[in-house]
């Protein structure tokens, strides 16, 4: 027989893998799924820059972990963000993919990277933010047609690889 702290532990630990939500706020549960820096940088890895293996991530330059990149990985797949698929033509490679849960976060991180280029200075260019500005439902569209079609096209080029162009400078701050 079981004494009573022992079932009083494993049903706390069982209720902490429900998942339970600290409150019923759309934003605070949408940042218990994807809003942790790392997990926001693979989606935009995903929608944006072409990127789809394990070793594409590594190799993306933002120095993730290996461990916390195979953390977030397996969580945005559990909330149903991202989908592993083996590669047909090597079974050992598995490529992500966003779901259509992930592509809606689209207008999220254009209006994320805006803002940031806005009021932070980034390797993004002016110009390239300010049209951006400007097209925001053709990038959007664009961004949505690229993952339809399954296009591994990057989206928006690599920030801070202006060719020698200055780095922008935020437009205002407060």
Not at 71 to 89: F, N, W
């Amino acid at each position: 027989m079981h004494s009573a702290s022992y079932i009083v532990n494993v049903l706390a630990v069982l209720r902490g893998c429900q998942s339970a939500r600290r409150s019923r706020c759309p934003v605070s549960i949408s940042l218990e799924r994807f809003g942790d820096r790392w997990s926001l940088l693979v989606i935009r890895d995903l929608m944006v820059r072409g990127l789809r293996t394990f070793k594409d991530f590594q190799n993306s330059g933002e120095g993730i972990a290996t461990n916390i990149l195979a953390d977030r990985l397996k969580r945005l797949e559990g909330v149903g963000i991202i989908t592993a698929e083996v590669e047909q033509s090597d079974g050992r490679r598995v490529n992500y993919r966003l779901t259509e849960k992930g592509i809606d976060l689209a207008p999220v991180l254009l209006e994320l990277l805006i803002w940031g280029a806005r009021h932070e200075e980034t390797g993004a260019s002016g110009e390239v933010i300010s049209d951006m500005e400007k097209k925001r439902a053709q990038i959007l569209s664009e961004a949505r047609r690229r993952w339809a079609e399954r296009d591994l096209t990057p989206l928006l080029p690599r920030f801070g690889d202006d060719n020698g162009r200055p780095r922008a400078k935020p437009s205002r701050r407060k």
